[in-house]
C-alpha cells in the first residue's frame, strides 16, 4: 500500500502526498494535522481512536523527533487498541507488514491505521 517514504513525501497507491498523513485498512488517506507541530496529544489521535482500529501505528518523523504525549498513549491503549510508535520509514514498514498480513488472516482484515509526519 505505501510505495515509498522520504523526508517531506509519502507515495500511496501511486499517489505522493508531502503533508502528514493517516492511512487507514481502508486505503483511505487523510490530512492529519496537530495541535503542536511536533506533539501528538490526545486530540491528534481522536480521528483514528473512533474508527476503533486493532492497531495505530506512529510515525513520530525521520529522526524521531515528534513526541507522542502520555495522554495519547493512554486514550488509545485504554480502547484496547494496539499502539506502535517508531521513527516514520519503519513505521510505514510496520503498516506494510500488518495491512499484508492481514490479507493472509481467513476473512479477517486487520484495522490498522498509520498516523505519519513525514518531517523532523
Not at 24 to 34: A, D, H, K, S, Y
Not at 63 to 81: C, F, H, P, R
Amino acid at each position: 500500500m505505501i510505495e515509498k517514504y522520504e523526508f517531506r513525501s509519502i507515495t500511496i497507491d501511486g499517489k505522493t502526498y508531502e503533508y502528514d498523513v493517516e492511512v487507514r485498512w481502508t486505503g483511505e488517506v487523510l490530512l492529519w494535522q496537530r495541535e503542536e507541530h511536533h506533539i501528538v496529544d490526545v486530540e491528534d489521535v481522536k480521528r483514528a481512536v473512533e474508527q476503533s482500529p486493532d492497531t495505530i501505528i506512529i510515525g513520530i518523523g525521520s529522526s524521531g523527533m515528534a513526541k507522542v504525549t502520555e495522554e495519547a498513549k493512554k486514550e488509545i491503549l485504554s480502547k484496547g487498541i494496539g499502539l506502535i510508535i517508531d521513527k516514520t520509514e519503519e513505521a510505514v514498514r510496520t503498516f506494510n507488514v500488518q495491512s499484508e498480513e492481514s490479507k493472509e488472516e481467513e476473512g479477517r482484515q486487520k484495522k490498522v491505521i498509520g498516523l505519519f509526519h513525514l518531517t523532523c
